[in-house]
């Protein structure tokens, strides 16, 4: 799915609603551990209950790594249900690699070969020859790592003592947007930055940003779309946890439904503000 794909999915959902897909055992609710496979009952209830309101999905690989085999297997699992049942859907694997140039190719294959996700979070920091693997294959996004939401961005990322000196994640929007196009690289910009996406724009105009932090890190979600949508909407808005734990009870997935249903018709209203429909 190149960017005009995901803009039309956008279009016909009246959604840039992506839900992230972080399953932790202790915050399950008691039913999915009368299953088999209690991670992937999870998903799949989540992924039915969400799946008419969001255009992505992504599941942070750590969730599933921190489980040992029977994570990587409730993965496989997931990803398949998802691709089978939903196919209009964008996966992102939320992996954050970067490697040699050499380690970097195994990594693509694993997670664009092996498990068919669409699209993988990728670190720019090791230069172009541990992001162009990602890179190589046709109708598959490396999303690059900018400026992310958490605390610890200030201390490489933003801050510089030096105020002549650009900004971090402004040389990389600069330099890995020459490695891609707006078909194959978005970036990860997150929501709690909501006054650097005018700065960010002025340097990647159309390509999809992917933005974490919009609900329980407190970022907003009206502010982030006025100040980065672009003419194709151009944004993939990230919730995990204010989606998927919504409730703690047993009505986890019409709680995940009924609150992914609130953000898409936000969505809708910012996407027509824009007239983007």
Same mark, same amino acid.
């Given at each position: 799915?190149?960017?005009?794909?995901?803009?039309?999915?956008?279009?016909?959902?009246?959604?840039?609603?992506?839900?992230?897909?972080?399953?932790?055992? /202790?915050?399950?609710?008691?039913?999915?551990?009368? *299953?088999?496979?209690?991670? &992937?009952?999870?998903?799949?209830? %989540?992924?039915?209950?969400?799946?008419? &309101?969001?255009?992505?999905?992504?599941?942070?690989?750590?969730?599933?790594?921190?489980?040992?085999?029977? =994570?990587?297997?409730?993965?496989?699992?997931?990803?398949?249900?998802?691709?089978?049942?939903?196919?209009?859907?964008?996966?992102?694997?939320?992996?954050?690699? =970067?490697?040699?140039?050499? @380690?970097?190719?195994?990594?693509?294959?694993?997670?664009?070969?092996?498990?068919? &996700?669409?699209?993988? *979070?990728?670190?720019?920091?090791?230069?172009?020859?541990?992001?162009?693997?990602?890179? @190589?294959?046709?109708?598959? $996004?490396?999303?690059?790592?900018?400026? *992310?939401?958490?605390?610890?961005? $200030?201390? &490489? /990322?933003?801050?510089?003592?030096?105020? @002549?000196?650009?900004?971090?994640?402004?040389?990389?929007?600069?330099?890995?947007?020459?490695?891609?196009?707006?078909?194959?690289?978005?970036?990860?910009?997150?929501? *709690?930055?909501?006054?650097?996406?005018?700065?960010?724009?002025?340097?990647?105009?159309?390509?999809?940003?992917?933005?974490?932090?919009?609900?329980? /890190?407190?970022?907003?979600?009206?502010?982030?779309?006025? @100040?980065?949508?672009?003419?194709?909407?151009?944004?993939?808005?990230?919730?995990?946890?204010? %989606?998927?734990?919504?409730?703690?009870?047993?009505?986890?997935?019409?709680?995940?439904?009924?609150?992914?249903?609130?953000?898409?018709?936000?969505?809708?209203?910012?996407?027509?503000?824009?007239?983007?429909?």
């Amino acid at each position: 799915m190149d960017s005009s794909g995901l803009f039309k999915e956008i279009r016909n959902k009246r959604s840039f609603l992506c839900v992230g897909l972080d399953p932790d055992p /202790q915050k399950l609710p008691g039913s999915v551990f009368e *299953t088999d496979d209690p991670v &992937f009952e999870f998903n799949k209830k %989540i992924a039915d209950a969400t799946a008419s &309101f969001a255009v992505a999905y992504k599941p942070n690989i750590a969730f599933y790594e921190a489980l040992g085999a029977t =994570g990587w297997w409730s993965l496989e699992k997931t990803i398949e249900y998802i691709r089978k049942k939903y196919p209009e859907q964008l996966l992102i694997a939320d992996a954050k690699r =970067g490697d040699t140039g050499n @380690s970097s190719e195994r990594y693509a294959r694993a997670f664009f070969d092996n498990l068919g &996700f669409d699209a993988v *979070t990728v670190s720019p920091y090791m230069g172009m020859d541990s992001v162009k693997p990602f890179l @190589s294959y046709k109708d598959k $996004w490396a999303v690059v790592l900018a400026l *992310t939401s958490n605390s610890g961005a $200030w201390d &490489f /990322q933003v801050d510089v003592e030096d105020k @002549s000196v650009y900004p971090l994640y402004e040389k990389v929007l600069a330099k890995t947007s020459a490695w891609g196009d707006i078909d194959n690289m978005m970036f990860v910009v997150g929501a *709690t930055r909501e006054d650097m996406f005018y700065r960010v724009r002025r340097i990647v105009p159309d390509h999809f940003l992917l933005v974490p932090g919009v609900g329980a /890190q407190g970022g907003s979600l009206e502010n982030i779309a006025r @100040s980065g949508m672009n003419s194709r909407c151009g944004l993939l808005v990230n919730c995990s946890r204010s %989606i998927i734990y919504s409730s703690g009870g047993e009505d986890f997935d019409s709680a995940a439904g009924k609150k992914a249903g609130e953000i898409q018709q936000l969505m809708e209203m910012l996407l027509r503000e824009k007239e983007l429909l």
